[in-house]
């Protein structure tokens, strides 16, 4: 029976025809484990069409063994780079393709001077994260439970908030919760900011505890069978004012727009364009800060990025985020963020909490 | 009146006169917290005798300008590199330093392209690092807290475990009590290993409930104030065997010696033979694989690395784990693990909690 993993390799052979490289040097935790399975916080996988090799220290032996199936595992010996440049050696590679995003310059120069000069080293730049892009039926799967354990653990979030709880205690809360419904941790450190902080779109939890007539915004993702999802949503303590509605009412005109646009064959950028466009309308196109919306899928960050003037089209199997949002220093900020999967014929919102503007 | 953050890039520009390095290009999170007190997760710092300059994106400006004082902050217009490129241009460095294992390949391709060749780029390892390993008594302070709290969550974790309940519950409950107690977060992915699964030094927490007369191995840190602590235990769920206790006692009685050992002056090879001495002593020095300890602070691993061979010399300020340990495959594995610092004259153990055998 062929694992999705031994698949996976097969396809990375199969891309490697189409370089100069004779086997490619895996150094990114998301990229070995959607290659082989193996979970390990350190190690380097080497993938050719003589086999696949998962070089690692001896904390993740076992791990290894068990979780790899089809592949040689070697034990490192001195540095893990040393080590590999002994394995190219030892395999006789005299091309290895390498990813220079993800290798640094000394562990370049440490796999070099280990192999003795004697491979060539050629940039092969993301080509596992490509295949990741296109997620197959099952990884859609999942990445929809993620999604909707987000949503919920969301709505149990919003219910938490009122005057006086810190920053600190909603994340707490919050990532209780992701693991009392299943998750294995939260996605990246959850967000909470009440009140200015909320003009922060990166904003970690402090101490600062919540008032009458501040904005919240939660942004969150769990992490379930590997998988991440990414959800935002913000709410306001009290009524809120006319500005704080118009606003809202803005970003969530924006996010729908950008939704629309998310078509399979769209261009990345048309889909940024498209949420920029409604906030311009709104004169609010100053305090959009960042980008549209990104790639989600085993990291929280992946391809496609939508962002301006991106290229890429989108294709059947990519799932991304679509989070505008406005921010101004001394009121706050406001973002909605939903996970969506692009098919063929559609575009389907992986997320399911009210997108309404919430307020306590 | 001058910060610490002041005081520390004063250091760097002193060691800089020491390299043919102008300016100093540093792109560790951990390593720009130090230096600035900017907390922002994307960024470049550069300093140099002329001042110290930030660029980060639009998400961070804000923060940038609340949090890093007496610098300069540029918001970066295209990729981040390109903006240091530019910004390297702008300012007339001709020599700028980089840190090749904090570099990729690709990032020093961009900065160097956006410098049009003008800059020369030198390769100065580990600058800032080598001052964070010396902490200074507000930071020691710092840690005392942060241990003190692991300590605390530890002792929570381990009442919690009962028969029945799912590594993942007790990850749950572990950091949901770490953020109760006051910490930001956890300092790593709490480790939570029941049974057999305590063989795997890294394991990640399961759906594996817990049985009688299994070993559980907690392993945990939290963040507190920037700086993290790290602290593991080994339970036993009912009257350990005899081999258990042996071990065991292997275990604790490696420890001792190393932290003993882990003297101002002492090398570090020579605290891990001290580890490693005891385990061979009882026969058990095969299943020891893993290094001694390492460095604690700002990162959860940091120098000096405690492993065979190493020849750096423990200085008052340095503040490290010993966590010798035993696996076996089909059994389980015990480990121990404190954090201690390293002052001129004594070793004081920041980690406060009971190290017997505890039975459940």
Redesign the interface.
């Known amino acids: 029976m062929k694992t999705p993993f031994h698949r996976r390799r097969r396809a990375v052979v199969s891309l490697l025809r189409e370089t100069k490289a004779s086997c490619l040097l895996i150094t990114n935790p998301a990229n070995w484990y959607y290659l082989t399975g193996f979970?390990?916080?350190s190690g380097a996988l080497l993938v050719s069409q003589k086999g696949t090799g998962l070089v690692t220290?001896?904390?993740?032996?076992?791990?290894a063994h068990e979780e790899a199936t089809g592949i040689r595992v070697r034990q490192q010996k001195g540095s893990l780079f040393e080590s590999v440049g002994q394995y190219v050696k030892d395999s006789h590679f005299s091309q290895v393709g390498?990813d220079?995003?993800?290798?640094?310059?000394?562990?370049?120069?440490s796999v070099r001077g280990a192999t003795g000069g004697r491979s060539q080293w050629l940039?092969v730049?993301g080509m596992v994260e490509t295949l990741r892009m296109r997620k197959d039926a099952a990884e859609i799967a999942q990445m929809r439970k993620a999604a909707i354990l987000a949503g919920e653990v969301m709505q149990r979030g919003i219910r938490f908030l009122k005057p006086g709880i810190r920053e600190?205690?909603a994340?707490?809360e919050i990532?209780?919760q992701?693991?009392?419904l299943?998750a294995?941790?939260p996605a990246f450190?959850t967000i909470v900011a009440f009140g200015e902080r909320a003009?922060?779109?990166?904003?970690?939890?402090t101490s600062k505890r919540l008032r009458k007539n501040e904005l919240v915004v939660l942004d969150l993702g769990v992490i379930l069978g590997h998988y991440c999802s990414d959800i935002t949503r913000t709410a306001f303590v009290g009524r809120a004012t006319r500005r704080i509605r118009t606003w809202y009412q803005a970003v969530l005109e924006a996010q729908t727009a950008a939704i629309a646009a998310a078509k399979n064959g769209a261009s990345c950028g048309d889909v940024d364009a498209a949420a920029r466009q409604v906030l311009k309308g709104y004169r609010l196109g100053h305090l959009f800060?960042?980008s549209t919306g990104h790639g989600l899928g085993l990291e929280v960050h992946e391809d496609p990025k939508l962002a301006r003037g991106q290229k890429r089209h989108l294709e059947p199997g990519n799932v991304i985020t679509i989070e505008p949002g406005v921010?101004e220093?001394g009121i706050g900020g406001i973002r909605i963020e939903d996970d969506v999967v692009v098919h063929a014929d559609r575009t389907e919102v992986l997320t399911r909490a009210p997108r309404d503007l919430i307020e306590i």
């Open positions: 979970t390990g916080e220290d001896g904390r993740f032996m076992v791990q390498f220079p995003s993800q290798l640094t310059v000394s562990q370049l120069q940039p730049p600190l205690d994340a707490a990532e209780y992701m693991r009392k299943g294995s941790g450190e003009a922060l779109p990166h904003a970690r939890p800060v960042h921010y220093e």
